[in-house]
């Protein structure tokens, strides 16, 4: 398999999960990702449904991505952008017809696995470089274009603001909202060298 047919393919199965575990999140009920906390939060505000607002954040945020470095907008971006909210949907569908009404333990269980998941399908997605979501752009660039400090250090620092903006507008904040705000940065950096870089170079040594 080319390097270009895996890249296109880890894109797409990146952005693909991603929604997946939105939907996990939704159906655990104990807390979403950061950024889904942050822009139910901001629809809170107007009375607006997550899937709307979903896509005005996130196109805001890919005019300020272009202006800062156009790299990072690609086939995964428009894919991210369109598709991630329908992922979600029949995620948690899924999840409703398979486990009607889940205990605790199996809601904290549904937790882990959209973190991990989540952590995993950003790191394929990142590492195919055919552009990400604005919102994670936003660390990239400052991490990979101005250094101003590490990635997983931005990453947890963004989506601690996130979680805030969640908290204060009355979004679903929960056990699954502050582990991916400390934990995903540090375990997306872990899955993009031990898992998506071996993956996508073999046993090339990858881009600078």
Known sequence: MSQKTKRILMAFI??????????????????????TCF?????????????????????TLLMGVFLADKHYIGLATL???FCTGISADVMRGLWDMLIPEPGMGVRVALVFLGVLGSCFSASLYFTADLGVSGYDAVSLIIANK???????????LSDLVC????????????AGTVITALFMGPVIQWFNTHVSEPLLYGSEKPRA
């Open 14 to 35: 990146g952005v693909i999960v991603t929604g997946f575990c939105v939907g996990t999140f939704q159906k655990a009920s104990l807390g979403t990702d950061p950024f």
């Open 39 to 59: 822009v139910t939060g901001i629809g809170n505000i107007f009375g607006s449904s997550y899937s709307t607002f979903y896509v005005i954040i996130m196109a």
């Open 79 to 81: 894919i991210n952008l």
């Open 146 to 156: 101005y250094k101003l400090i590490a990635f997983r250090v931005c990453r947890v």
């Open 163 to 174: 979680v805030t903006v969640g908290i204060v507008f009355h979004a679903n904040v929960g």
